[in-house]
């Protein structure tokens, strides 16, 4: 198992976890989200725009599929896990870490989150993506890490303490 895959709504910290996780581990990091925005020359929120959420969905299948199998950690997408095809891919590549906090504290998190395509919802529209998700981050995950109330650094050490009992 070669990759450590971050998965879980925006706002439970992936981006920010998936550096500090990456660099205790010796491995590089990869932003699933900003390698396509870099790939397609525009921001995730154009791309949401201009193809819709099936036409992000493609490249971000595209992108997985590139990043499946190398030694690093990916920070992927709060909706990646809604196609099983990525969820196989995860699962058969790597570890996957998921990234959970109540819908309260990420819609806190995230506010109006210029650039992020589902930032601005509110509470109960946060709450409702989540219940729409849990589910499959539940079947994707080989283990769950809670975020809120803790410390980057505290969220790291755990997913780094569990990758490293894992293999």
Do not use: Q
């Not at 699933?32 to 949401?48: H, K, N, Q, V």
């Amino acid at each position: 198992m070669d990759t450590l895959w971050l998965v879980g709504m925006m706002g439970a910290g992936k981006s920010t976890v998936g550096p500090l996780v990456a660099k205790r581990l010796g491995r590089g990091f990869v932003d699933l989200d900003g390698a396509i925005a870099t790939a397609a020359g525009r921001p995730i929120s154009e791309l949401f725009a201009a193809a819709g959420e099936a036409g992000f969905r493609r490249r971000e299948a595209a992108m997985l599929a590139e990043a499946a199998g190398l030694e690093v950690v990916v920070a992927c997408g709060g909706g990646i896990v809604m196609d099983p095809a990525n969820v196989a891919l995860m699962r058969r590549t790597g570890m996957v870490a998921w990234l959970a906090a109540p819908a309260a504290v990420l819609a806190a998190r995230v506010g109006d989150g210029a650039g992020r395509p589902m930032a601005g919802e509110t509470g109960a529209e946060v709450a409702a993506l989540l219940a729409s998700r849990e589910a499959a981050y539940a079947t994707a995950a080989h283990w769950r890490v809670e975020t809120a109330g803790r410390t980057p650094a505290e969220i790291a050490e755990e997913v780094v303490r569990r990758w490293s009992e894992s293999g």
